[in-house]
């Protein structure tokens, strides 16, 4: 079973939908929880990132952690076709060095 | 800032031909990290190095090698490619005090 696990997609959306994306995981050691963006032959960059459990905003991004499911999600409200990405969930451990990604999930928004 | 190079950003390779991927940051952060990409598969840690001096194999270690020259860079040797390393290669960095990692653009490589 992998640590880290999030569904490959493709989700294809209409512009103006909301987008959920999720990642389930294992290890209850992980405190730090991300979500990477990556367009097209690009590397990821830094999306937004939570610590522990609750919820955090940003514009139209929601994350969401539920430490006790060990259950995160990634809220996109009026999505955009310039959203269309692979959307990465990662996470990693106190002091840790290494960082755990989910394999992505490839969203489409169409105009 | 340039953030993270890598170099070459593509290669072509014949099974049994070597190559080193070259890796470089100046945000001066400690931890360096190297990553392959396969359809499916997500980001899967090749090797890393914390701090400079330092390095640890990650999930996928074998065919690879590396080398921490500095500070600033961090290569991947490649001794005797296979088939099997047809990927995308990412290098990242890391603060001391931060938990986001910093990527490259990539280096998209393929062995015939």
């Known amino acids: 079973q992998k640590e880290v696990e999030q569904d490959p997609g493709p989700l294809s959306v209409p512009e103006g939908a909301i987008v959920s994306l999720n990642c389930t995981y294992s290890n209850s050691a992980f405190q730090y929880f991300m979500w990477y963006r990556q367009y097209s032959r690009k590397g990821p960059e830094l999306l937004m990132y939570?610590?522990?459990?609750g919820n955090k905003e940003d514009g139209r991004f929601t994350a969401q952690v539920d430490k006790s499911s060990k259950y995160i999600s990634l809220f996109i409200r009026d999505s955009q076709p310039s959203d269309s990405a692979t959307y990465l969930c990662?996470?990693?451990?106190?002091?840790?060095?290494?960082?755990?990604f989910g394999a992505g999930t490839r969203l489409f928004v169409k105009a | 800032n340039a953030g993270v190079t890598q170099t070459p950003k593509f290669q072509v390779l014949k099974t049994g031909q070597s190559m080193t991927l070259q890796c470089a940051q100046d945000m001066n952060h400690n931890s360096m990290y190297w990553y392959r990409q396969d359809p499916g598969m997500g980001l899967r840690l090749i090797y890393y190095s914390a701090s400079e001096g330092t390095t640890d194999k990650g999930e996928v270690p074998n065919g690879y090698n590396v080398s921490r020259l500095n500070k600033r860079e961090f290569s991947l040797r490649l001794e005797s490619a296979a088939p099997s390393q047809t990927s995308v290669y990412f290098c990242?960095?890391?603060?001391?005090?931060?938990?986001?990692?910093?990527f490259g653009p990539g280096t998209r490589l393929t062995v015939l």
């Open positions: 990662a996470m990693t451990s106190t002091g840790g060095f290494k960082t755990i």
């Open positions: 990242a960095s890391r603060g001391l005090a931060g938990t986001e990692q910093f």
């Open positions: 939570t610590y522990s459990s």
